[in-house]
């Protein structure tokens, strides 16, 4: 995008997107909760339905002029369906938080208990971090992982969910390297009687990609996620309902009146978009190489003997740590491969004894640097360059000649 219109209006805000493009297209992208999106996507993103208001959902509107709004959501709701497998979807939470809270407000009274992964076990925050509006409302039983193997424990899992009997049992994480047992959890929760949630929100473009198993196709009675990641549509949030139409009103409920007001249009007519390319035999093929490039930075980490919390991948992400591989923080490593062109994010790992803001641990993920074009080869050579720059941290000429590589790398993959 040239932004000529924004230059000529405000030529301070032009130099920040310009600032940040020349980021984007220079620098390699490794955080697993960031993608690109497509030319298409971005183009729906700054098209007129920018100016519309919405409120209410197809042919049920507060407003009139309502035609094409209308047209935009059933088409990105029957996109969904078809892509998840689904029954019913709401398109219109802002996010993948406020989609979770749209749950929890139309499935439980306050007070009511929520059985969910615990933060340093790689759980998000929406899955009961004290400092959460979800926290205050409601009673989150965290389940962690073994010790041993830094994996779910579902005997462990089972236990607390028989003991407390949770109304909601939820399945999915922030910060976890391993597939997830959807069958196991069902069996679960058919013996607490609890509500089956998951929250794909990392892996949902895996999961539509035909790489990773759908929880709906194990019985989970819903399950929310974001619509950016490894999606890659708009930032935006869905809910899905396998079956069930009274959990779904519930939830439509929730939503609108309950959490938001209008819905922002420009955004679910990107998604439509990208849940139309997420049909097509390209988005398939690339999910599986996602993966690829995990396992084999992860192959790379493992001959080199960085330890990675459960020892590998099975999805996009890795979690690394720094602390007990290289005696770096995962704040110092962040701003070290910063300096290279690499962006990833400081961590907390399972059992971590250092604080949130300077933990042990960095999550790496490979969705955009796939979507860029990377192959396995080039995931290992990356690899290997992260390690030889966190193994000599303090040697300048060698931080120079890993950014000198990773430029290179960047030329010959352009971003879209």
């Not at 961590?347 to 979507?371: E, Q, V």
């Amino acid at each position: 995008m040239n932004f000529k219109n924004i230059k000529k209006e405000d030529e301070e805000v032009w130099k920040i997107l310009k600032g940040e493009e020349k980021r984007q297209k220079e620098g390699l992208e490794l955080v697993p909760s960031e993608n690109y999106i497509s030319p298409a996507v971005k183009e729906a993103l700054a098209s007129d339905f920018s100016n519309k208001y919405a409120e209410g959902r197809p042919g049920r509107r507060y407003y009139g002029g309502q035609e094409f709004t209308d047209a935009i959501e059933i088409l990105a709701q029957n996109r969904a369906k078809k892509l998840f497998n689904a029954k019913f979807v709401n398109v219109q939470p802002l996010s993948g938080a406020p989609a979770n809270l749209a749950v929890y407000s139309a499935l439980l009274k306050p007070g009511d208990k929520i059985l969910a992964m615990d933060l340093n076990s790689g759980g998000h925050l929406t899955h009961g971090h004290p400092m959460t509006l979800s926290a205050e409302l409601y009673n989150f039983i965290p389940y962690s992982l073994n010790p041993k193997t830094e994996r779910l424990d579902y005997g462990e899992i089972e236990r607390l969910a028989l003991k407390h009997k949770p109304k909601i049992i939820l399945a999915g994480f922030s910060a976890y390297p391993r597939n997830i047992d959807w069958k196991k959890f069902r069996k679960i929760a058919d013996k607490s009687g609890s509500i089956l949630m998951a929250d794909v929100a990392h892996i949902a473009g895996l999961i539509a990609g035909r790489a990773l198993d759908n929880p709906l196709d194990f019985g989970f009675d819903l399950m929310t996620t974001t619509t950016h990641k490894t999606l890659r549509g708009p930032r935006g949030g869905m809910i899905l309902v396998r079956e069930d139409e009274e959990i779904f009103k519930k939830i439509n409920l929730a939503v609108f009146p309950g959490l938001q007001g209008g819905p922002h249009m420009n955004n679910i007519a990107a998604l439509a978009v990208a849940l139309g390319e997420a049909q097509k035999p390209a988005f398939k093929k690339y999910a599986r190489q996602v993966i690829k490039n995990a396992q084999a930075m992860a192959e790379v980490f493992k001959k080199e003997k960085v330890k990675m919390i459960s020892g590998g991948t099975d999805n996009h992400l890795i979690l690394l740590d720094v602390w007990a591989s290289f005696g770096l923080s995962g704040k110092e490593v962040e701003e070290l491969l910063d300096k290279v062109g690499i962006t990833t994010n400081k961590n907390m790992i399972f059992r971590d004894t250092r604080k949130a803001l300077d933990p042990s641990g960095i999550r790496l993920g490979t969705p955009a640097m796939t979507t860029r074009g990377f192959k396995t080869a080039d995931a290992k050579k990356l690899a290997k360059l992260m390690v030889e720059l966190l193994r000599k941290a303090d040697d300048l000429k060698n931080i120079k000649r890993v950014k000198k590589e990773i430029s290179f790398l960047m030329k010959k993959y352009p971003s879209l």
